[in-house]
Nanobody, 129 residues
C-alpha cells in the first residue's frame, strides 16, 4: 500500500530554517511527481514545490523561490523540503503528495493541480517569535 509520511515540522522563529521529510513506503520514488503543498488556516491548499523523480526536474511557486529547496534521497526513499528564511506567512500544514502520471507534470507541478493520487497526513510549521 502506497503511503507517505511527513515529518520535520515545528515551531521556529522568523528567519529560521526547517527541513521537512516525506518518507514513502509501498512504492519506490522512481518515476513519480512528488509535490509539497501547504494550507494555512482559512486558506486554500497551495502548491509550493515539486520534483519529477525520473529526471530530478524541480519546480517552485514564485512565493517561495530562493528560500525553498526540494531534493530526494533514493537510498531512504525520501523527499525533502528545505525551508530557509522562514516568515510568519509560511505558517501552515505542509503536505507531500505523489503521482505517477509524469505525462501530467505541467498540470501537477506548474499549475499546481491538487489531483495527486496519494497524500500524506501533513506536518505543522509555525513561524512565530
Amino acid at each position: 500500500q502506497l503511503q507517505l509520511v511527513e515529518s520535520g515540522g515545528g515551531l521556529v522563529q522568523p528567519g529560521g530554517s526547517l527541513r521537512l521529510s516525506c518518507a514513502a513506503s509501498g512504492f519506490t520514488l522512481d518515476y513519480y511527481a512528488i509535490g509539497w503543498f501547504r494550507q494555512a488556516p482559512g486558506k486554500e491548499r497551495e502548491g509550493v514545490s515539486c520534483i519529477s523523480t525520473n529526471d530530478d526536474s524541480t519546480y517552485y511557486a514564485d512565493s517561495v523561490k530562493g528560500r525553498f529547496t526540494i531534493s530526494r534521497d533514493n537510498t531512504k526513499n525520501t523527499v525533502y523540503l528545505q525551508i530557509d528564511s522562514l516568515k510568519p506567512e509560511d505558517t501552515a500544514v505542509y503536505y507531500c503528495a505523489a503521482d505517477s502520471r509524469l505525462g501530467q507534470l505541467f498540470r501537477l507541478c506548474v499549475l499546481w493541480d491538487l489531483d495527486f493520487g496519494s497524500w500524506g497526513q501533513g506536518t505543522q510549521v509555525t513561524v512565530s517569535s
